[in-house]
């Protein structure tokens, strides 16, 4: 592929000025209408998890990825699926039962600003809601009903046991033990990577693109989701609470193994710079030639939250 091309912050920043509010719409759509619909404390708990500020990362990867591999239409609310399913993730995340946090984001956490048992069930009902506005997305899209399958298929695979459920009980199970960077690999892979590569794989599939290009995105979600990690690690060791929008420092007070804490706060953070160059390399592999999404995995390294 040569010397990697570099988008421009610019450009980066227009496409993520562009998509997120888009996103945050169809977030805010579906809140509404799942607290009326829901009724009561829970209803109002999902709509509350569901407005609150994020990158909006993942549906952006998957609009970025549509669009690169030559989708034509309207992505955004097949996209929105996989942050309905994200933020599921961080609601229960932040239980006192799993990582105990009072902030997200910048704001209280959904049990802080409600109660546990209305988290958890607000956490569960945004599952079957996610698969709705999977639907309404494929559907807007005119996707065959074999694409709608395979699309949805994509999405709980990634969220589910074999991955980010899996990866968070693999997780759990390892707090306060040593690990290995091969046990933290496998964890990651699956906690935060797979549904990062269900982003690609969604946005590949819905654009109907070809197996090898397919192929070459999928490596490099894979790369890219764990360099995300990585980052997120050092960002934990090195930045403050209001940085984050939550609490910084968590992964040393429960004593929990992280790329920061067995390879080194700057051995880690050259072994992220390694995912996004293979990342890149990925892509030029496959014959995608996309400055996006190249910069995109730039992004990964260089946020500061």
Sequence with gaps: MGPSRVATSTELQRFLDATRPQIDEVLARWGERAASELGGRVGEAVAY?????????????VMATYRELGGMGDVTELAAAVEVVHTYSLVHDDLPCMDDDDLRRGRPTTHVQFDVATATEAGFRMVPLAARVLAAGATRLRLTKDATSQVGGLLFRGAGAAG???GQLLDLENEGKPASIE??????TRKTGALISACVQIGSTAAGADAARMAAVLNYAQEIGMAFQISDDVLDATASSTQLGKTAGKDERQNKATFATVLGLEAAAGEAERCVQNAIAQLGRGGVDSVLLEEM???????RH
């Design 183 to 188: 046990q933290l690999t496998e964890i990651h």
């Design 297 to 303: 995995a730039q992004f990964i390294i260089n946020r």
């Design 164 to 166: 980010m459920v899996g």
């Design 49 to 61: 998890s569901l407005a609150g500020p994020g990158k909006r990362f993942r549906p952006a990867l």
